[in-house]
């Protein structure tokens, strides 16, 4: 491989649970040394963040701005590189993560502005952890985003990339830029703006990050819905589908709204069966799912995941119509 400089930017605040392990394997990157440098973009920790970064020969700067848009422009402008990774700092990246990007961008014509890869359940995980990452890898818990699914081939196009795992031009990322205003969705804004633009992303299925899932109930439900807002502010921002899943939960939503609205007609004929049959098709949804998280976590623990879909849609879903209202980016 071209010893081409690589950036790695991480963006953290009050990360001391995760940062140490992030780093590390960060460091120990199958890369042509001398051929990429860390860059940690701290938010304003309030914990032992910065105090373990300072251990590791890493760049580390302070950006208290108050948003992953402004951190991610941060560690841009301080970055060295033709090639921007980032990574989060609740992440752990395989030893031939970096390599396997870059080379796979490094091969791409200029059409193509970044690679990601696949975004996968940390196996040392709590188990409900566990679960909720393995329920987000179902169609109801992500439709079918390949990040998630991971279905082990290339492919010539996806349609987003995770910040938490990819790669851009710095040129195009100088050029472009995050928006300073979003706390979340900066990558799915920033990845939009770039397909309006004719650029194209492509999928490195052994770019591998392992990526840590909220903990407990009330956390993922407060996850999702930060990312239903968030989607929801940049659907009235843009005014067009940036997302086709955000869409998913608030239907669920709506449709459920419609359903006990409905009561009053039930003695209309139609009306039940039509009900009955949403709400059969749906719980066979949910039931699919479990079972497809079943067979890769066989423990009874697994059953979680027919309360998180309802939860996730339920709470992604209120958040998307907040944002949609609000339109406020900050």
């Not at 818990?141 to 082990?152: F, K, L």
């Not at 591998?208 to 009235?236: I, N, Q, S």
């Not at 003695?267 to 079972?291: C, T």
């Not at 119509?321 to 406020?328: A, C, D, E, K, P």
Request: aromatic fraction near 10%; charged fraction near 20%; hydrophobic fraction near 45%.
């Amino acid at each position: 491989m071209p010893h081409c400089l690589v950036s790695v930017v991480v963006v953290a605040k009050n990360e001391a649970r995760n940062i140490e392990a992030c780093l590390q394997s960060l460091l120990g990157q199958d890369f042509p040394s001398g051929g990429y440098e860390v860059i940690v973009v701290d938010g304003g920790s309030m914990d032992r963040t910065r105090e373990i970064v300072t251990r590791y020969p890493v760049v580390l700067i302070t950006d208290r701005f108050g948003t992953l848009g402004h951190q991610r422009n941060t560690g841009v402008q301080h970055a060295s590189g033709c090639y921007v990774a980032f990574t989060d700092a609740d992440c752990v990246a395989d030893t031939s993560w970096l390599k396997n990007l870059v080379e796979t961008i490094q091969k791409a014509g200029p059409e193509v502005a970044g690679v990601c890869g696949p975004n996968l359940v940390w196996p040392q995980d709590s188990d409900f952890a566990r679960v909720v990452g393995y329920t987000q890898e179902t169609f109801l818990g992500s439709g079918g985003s390949v990040q998630a699914a991971n279905p082990g081939r290339f492919l010539s196009r996806a349609n987003t990339l995770p910040n938490c795992n990819a790669v851009y031009r710095r040129d195009i990322l100088v050029r472009e830029g995050y928006d300073n205003r979003l706390g979340v969705g900066e990558d799915a804004d920033l990845n939009f703006r770039l397909r309006r633009r004719g650029y194209r992303f492509l999928y490195a299925p052994r770019a591998v990050v392992w990526h840590r899932r909220a903990p407990d109930l009330g956390r993922f439900a407060a996850k999702m819905f930060a990312y239903g807002e968030a989607m929801g502010k940049l659907t009235r921002k843009h005014r067009a589908v940036v997302r086709w899943y955000a869409f998913l939960p608030p239907s669920v939503l709506l449709v459920g709204l419609l359903m006990l609205g409905s009561y009053p007609f039930y003695r209309v004929s139609a009306v039940p069966a039509l009900v009955l049959g949403g709400i059969a098709l749906y719980a066979a949804g949910v039931a699919f799912s479990v079972l497809q998280v079943f067979r890769k976590f066989p423990k009874p623990v697994c059953l979680w995941s027919a309360m998180l879909i309802p939860v996730q849609h339920l709470a992604y879903g209120l958040g998307f119509l907040s944002g949609v209202m609000r339109g406020t980016l900050r």
